[in-house]
């Protein structure tokens, strides 16, 4: 059973920064793939970044490229989705997620999530 807690979320001003923290509990290094997704407002959930079981593999997707990047912290079993050079369009609740065959927007774990709110 793996439990996933994110933090970090908040209101920002487009441009802002905001660094977004999934603290897992369970086993999950080497174990399953790690990311993040996101669901805006009347909007279907959207794959954001992730990497593979290994810690290699990083995914990003084409809206976020250039200005996210995601990393982990092993030994505090924690995953990090540095969040640059934000847009409107970036508000939506962010979810961590965990799969034992890659992220996606279905996924074998998920956390609660964490709002952000970037403002125009």
């Known amino acids: 059973q793996v439990q996933l807690v994110e933090s970090g979320g908040g209101l920002v001003p487009a441009g802002g920064s905001l660094r977004l923290s999934c603290a897992a509990s369970g086993r999950t290094c080497g174990s399953y793939a790690m990311g993040w997704f996101r669901q805006a407002p009347g909007k279907e959930p959207e794959f954001v970044a992730s990497?593979?079981?290994?810690?290699?593999?990083?995914v990003y997707a084409d809206s976020v490229k250039g200005r996210f990047t995601i990393s982990r912290d092993n030994p505090r079993n924690t995953v990090y989705l540095q969040m640059n050079s934000l847009k409107p369009e970036d508000t939506a609740v962010y979810y961590c997620?965990?799969?034992?065959w890659g992220v996606g927007v279905v996924n074998d774990y998920s956390g609660q999530g964490t709002q952000v709110t970037v403002s125009s």
């Open positions: 990497f593979g079981r290994s810690g290699g593999n990083t």
């Open positions: 997620a965990a799969d034992r």
